[in-house]
Structure formats: C-alpha cells, structure tokens
C-alpha cells in the first residue's frame, strides 16, 4: 500500500482565499483523521471520522472550517476564508480502528501558508 | 483538564543512551503511544504501553507506570538518525488521543 496519500503537499494562498485539502486513507482503514500541527500548539486533532461518519468535530476551530467524506477513500478539508493564522501543516492519518493497540498512520501533511 | 507534560528539547551524544520522560493527567486511560517526527515529516509510530512495565524494542524501549501517570522512551546507542522530535500521546477513556507537544532530541557527534 502506498500509504496515507495527501494534496497538495505545499499550498500558498492569499487571505480570504478558499483552500481545499484532500487525503486518500489507507484502504481497509475505518479511521481518518484531520491534525493541524504548529510550533506554538502542538499537533491538533482538528476532526476524525468513522467509517465514513464524522464522530467528533470539537476541534475544528470555528465555521470557516469543514470537512467530508464522501466514501471510504476520500477526505476533505476545506478552510473558506483562509486567514493568516491558518498556517500550519496540516495532516490526515488514518487506522484500522480506533482502539487501543490501533497505530495511527500519517500522510506526509500538507504546508499551508496563508499570506 | 488533560494534559501531558514533555521536555521541550534534550541534547545527548552520539553512542550514548537518552531518556525522555513523559507525564499525564487525562480523564481514562487506553493506553500510552510514542511516535518519533523528524524534521518536515509526519510522526511515525514507535511504541505502544497499556500495561505497566518496559517494553524493548530494539535500541528503543518505553516503560509506563500508570499509578503514577509516566512513561518513559529510552533510546540506546544514540545515532545522528535518532535527531528529531519524540511526541508522546495517551488515548483517553473516550479512545481519543491526547498529543504531548513534543520533545525535540539533538544529538552531537
């Protein structure tokens, strides 16, 4: 498998912009996962659904944020409209399950720099 | 409130052993994870503790204490590779994972 697949890898955009990220999970996981990651915050769990069902959105930092799923091997998150203090990297994850010996597998995170 | 509690940074030698402690106060416990993240990349799994003890895997162990709420990730024989950041992270009673900030490692020749 080629592992969690995320895009684009590096995206530079203006404030006020739309920005759509994508993330391809690894087949036959039922757990996806949205993290932000910045030097000051840490990483973030932003969303993560199940089996196609987004379970628990308190992390999402407020409306301008959202995502989907619209099946099993697709994910979006979309930032509308972007602001400054939306750079980060953003990384999808993905595992079998969501119990307790379930390693969470990372896609190589999307840079965002919002300008 | 949980929380989890790393050193920020840590420097050790290269052919040297390190210790990088880790404490939690989360509601639950599911078990303790330590993922390594180099520089630019995502973190990638090392170990997994539900029970007390050590768990060796290779030049890595970790070893959790749950009465105490701490876990440690022993590295031995440093090498340069080894450089990078060691998050911590508990699942709590929910199965959610709470992230530790991170402990960046150097290592100098």
């Known amino acids: 498998d080629a592992g969690v697949i995320q895009s684009p890898r590096h995206e530079v955009t203006e404030m006020g912009q739309e920005v759509t990220l994508r993330c391809k999970p690894i087949?036959?996981?039922?757990?996806l996962f949205w993290y932000r990651q910045t030097m000051m915050r840490g990483l973030e769990l932003l969303i993560y659904?199940?089996?196609?069902?987004?379970?628990?959105d308190s992390g999402m930092p407020e409306d301008r944020f959202s995502a989907k799923m619209p099946n099993a091997s697709f994910s979006t998150l979309k930032i509308q409209p972007s602001e400054p203090r939306d750079s980060a990297v953003y990384f999808c994850?993905?595992?079998?399950?969501?119990?307790?010996?379930?390693?969470?597998?990372f896609g190589p995170g999307t840079r965002l720099t919002v300008l | 409130g949980q929380n989890i509690d790393q050193p920020t940074e840590m420097t050790a030698t290269e052919g040297a052993i390190v210790q990088i402690n880790c404490t939690y106060q989360t509601s639950g416990f599911n078990g303790l994870f330590w993922y390594q993240q180099h520089a630019g990349e995502a973190p990638t799994f090392l170990s997994y503790n539900v029970l007390d003890g050590l768990e060796e895997k290779g030049r890595f162990s970790s070893f959790l204490s749950r009465s105490k709420g701490y876990s440690y990730l022993l590295l031995k024989e440093l090498q340069m590779k080894d450089s990078a950041s060691y998050l911590c992270a508990v699942m709590d009673s929910n199965y959610q994972l709470i992230w530790g900030a991170g402990t960046k490692l150097i290592i100098k020749p």
């Open positions: 994850a993905s595992s079998l399950g969501a119990g307790e010996v379930d390693e969470q597998f």
């Open positions: 087949s036959g996981h039922d757990y």
């Open positions: 659904f199940n089996n196609n069902v987004p379970i628990d």
